[in-house]
């Protein structure tokens, strides 16, 4: 489609949930593309029709938050965008500290501070997780950049994570090794406490990891249905950066 | 004049009247409203920036349009109509801004 990327590049930051994104999308572009069409056959040149199309139809800015507010879900006009995410995850972000710390606290492990780093990487992963999820699926976000955008910060947390518990471990081992050498006779209490702790230690790590994975996957798996969604409907994507000159994409005389 | 002029509000609702003035005619697609506003005005007034859209989705969300996808071609296009709400609305509006210009031509002095 002629005007796809203009319209998909336009409407990048689009907050809106799917349903009305493709409704929106598929209107302008389709609109965009009869316009020119119609503007061609008055006898226009290509670059003049383009420019007069762009002109009365594409999307700017404040079109795009207007059209936002008009389809926001109705629960999140209260109290703003952004006063409702940040409630939701302040609250949740708080819960899930006070949690991890009742945890530890409770766990009477001697080794309990070395899940100290690996609460505090889940309760980040948890933060950035639930942030994102409140956005997609709680006030609708579609655009697929936002969704995609700091997902791999979960990658990092899971990586932390795995490295946190392996750190916890061989940390654990120096420390038993050296209370051995100074007494072998009693080294049975102390081998088995640093088995039972490295398994608790592996056990969070690896939980850890897996739910931050599994919160990209899903964060991942969403942007690419939006974007699948995009291409269906505007035609074959151009993954392009931002503010590249493309031909005819411009109107700077290198039309089509 | 039974209430005061809000000049602001009456200024956004030019573009919602003229979107329901374009309608009047029967459906049309969105470029097509944006199209016939121009040359039904002269060129005065021209729904640009994409300020149609809006103005658009949000007097569907008020039941003073409805639109429905319509195929032509193979390609998909949204085509809007005037309902009966939105029949007296542009009446309503119609009125008021003759009350308001032939108000202000008063106070100016070109009509008495």
Known sequence: ?256 | MDEPLDVLGFARGINEMLVLAALRAGPRHGYQIALDTEERSGGLFVLQHGTLYPVLHRLEQAGVVESAWEKDGGRRRRVYALTAEGRRRLESQADRVDEVLRGLLQAAGRRA
């Open chain 1, 1 to 256: 489609m002629r005007f796809g990327a203009r319209v998909r590049a336009a409407t990048d930051g689009l907050s809106v949930p799917p349903r009305a994104r493709v409704r929106i999308l598929e209107e302008l572009a389709g609109d965009l593309e009869d316009l020119y069409a119609a503007l061609r056959a008055t006898g226009l040149s290509e670059r003049e029709a383009r420019r007069r199309a762009e002109r009365l139809l594409a999307p700017r800015p404040e079109a795009l938050n207007a059209l936002a507010g008009v389809h926001r879900p109705v629960w999140a006009r209260f109290g703003g965008t952004g006063a409702v995410e940040r409630g939701f995850v302040a609250l949740l972000f708080g819960g899930m500290v006070w949690l991890s710390w009742m945890a530890v606290a409770r766990a009477g492990l001697r080794t309990g501070m070395l899940f100290v780093p690996i609460a505090a990487i889940a309760v980040a992963g948890a933060g950035l997780a639930l942030r994102k999820a409140v956005r997609i699926w709680g006030l609708g976000e579609s655009s697929p950049a936002p969704v995609r955008a700091g997902a791999g910060d979960l990658l990092v947390a899971a990586t932390g994570a795995l490295f946190a518990a392996c750190f916890g471990i061989v940390f654990e081992l120096w420390r038993v090794a050296g209370t051995v050498e100074g007494a072998p006779d009693g080294a049975l209490p102390y081998v088995t406490e640093w088995l039972r702790a490295s398994v608790a230690l592996a056990a969070t790590g690896i939980g850890v990891a897996l739910l931050c994975g599994l919160a990209w996957l899903a964060f991942v798996q969403r942007a690419a249905v939006l974007e699948r969604a995009e291409r269906r409907i505007l035609g074959p994507v151009l993954h392009v950066h931002r503010g590249l000159d493309l031909p005819g994409e411009s109107g700077n005389g290198r039309d089509r």
